[in-house]
């Protein structure tokens, strides 16, 4: 599998998606977390709740309100559907300011005859600290559905999903924060992030394995790239087996 947009490499990554995918991102300005939370306009959601001091600040010159990227999935040489991810706005959960980031993948009208996929996912992911506050899911992958709904108390280091309690390490991670804050990292070859993530009610080790530099050329240009390898562990939007290699950039 190659391409050339980190986010979207991450997110293959993360929901474990088995198709060969093209990316043609817009374009968009990435605002600082001092204009996020001053500015409450273009895109961000209007509150009266008080805003609570950080758990942790990172630096993040990589994302912002207004980004959405779309993609075209292949299955092979088949072209199987689109998948976009979007940050509408910035919200206020429980006093610390989040970003709502989306996620989304559906079939075209020709593989929906065969395998009929309507996915959204979307994650409130601290604006200062990059690390996930609540996580909600609801799949339509063939004949199976999900619907989920899970909370991470940041401050008492527990989650709550469809009733149940469970412990979580300090900022812990979704499928979707989990691949927005590699974006904030900066990676060379040889090196191996560890991440906590939380899926289903299970926390699991996401290790990501960077080997090498390399140059690709795609229809959107040339780009110098790392050659990247996850290792997970768990079920998401669409299932892989088998060894995935990346290139991003």
């Not at 805003?51 to 630096?59: A, F, I, K, M, S």
């Not at 065969?114 to 909600?136: A, M, N, P, T």
């Not at 040339?222 to 088998?242: I, N, R, S, Y």
């Amino acid at each position: 599998m190659k391409i050339s947009i980190l986010s979207f490499i991450l997110y293959s990554l993360l929901l474990n998606i088995p198709l060969n995918t093209q990316a043609f991102p817009q374009q968009h300005p990435v605002a600082s977390k001092e204009a996020l939370l001053k500015n409450r306009g273009n895109g961000t959601a209007e509150t009266s709740e008080p805003v609570l001091p950080p758990l942790r600040e990172l630096d993040n010159q990589a994302f912002g309100v207004g980004e959405k990227l779309d993609y075209i999935i292949r299955y092979g040489s088949i072209k199987a559907g689109y998948s976009r991810l979007s940050i509408p706005e910035v919200i206020n959960f429980k006093g610390y300011p989040c970003y709502r980031i989306i996620s989304e993948a559906w079939s075209n009208k020709f593989f929906s005859r065969f395998y009929k996929v309507q996915d959204h996912v979307e994650s409130y992911v601290d604006v200062r600290g990059i690390f996930s506050w609540r996580l909600e899911k609801h799949l339509r992958e063939g004949s199976y559905r999900k619907d989920l709904v899970v909370y991470h108390d940041q401050l008492s280091h527990l989650a709550y999903a469809d009733g149940d309690t469970f412990k979580i390490p300090p900022f812990v991670h979704d499928v979707l924060s989990a691949m927005y804050y590699v974006r904030t990292l900066t990676l060379s070859p040889g090196d191996t992030v560890l991440i906590d993530n939380q899926d289903n009610a299970k926390v699991y080790p996401l290790q990501i394995v960077v080997h090498k530099r390399e140059k690709i050329k795609i229809k959107a240009g040339k780009f110098t790239c790392l050659v990247v390898e996850p290792h997970l562990k768990t079920p998401a939007l669409f299932k892989q087996k088998g060894r995935i290699v990346v290139h991003l950039t």
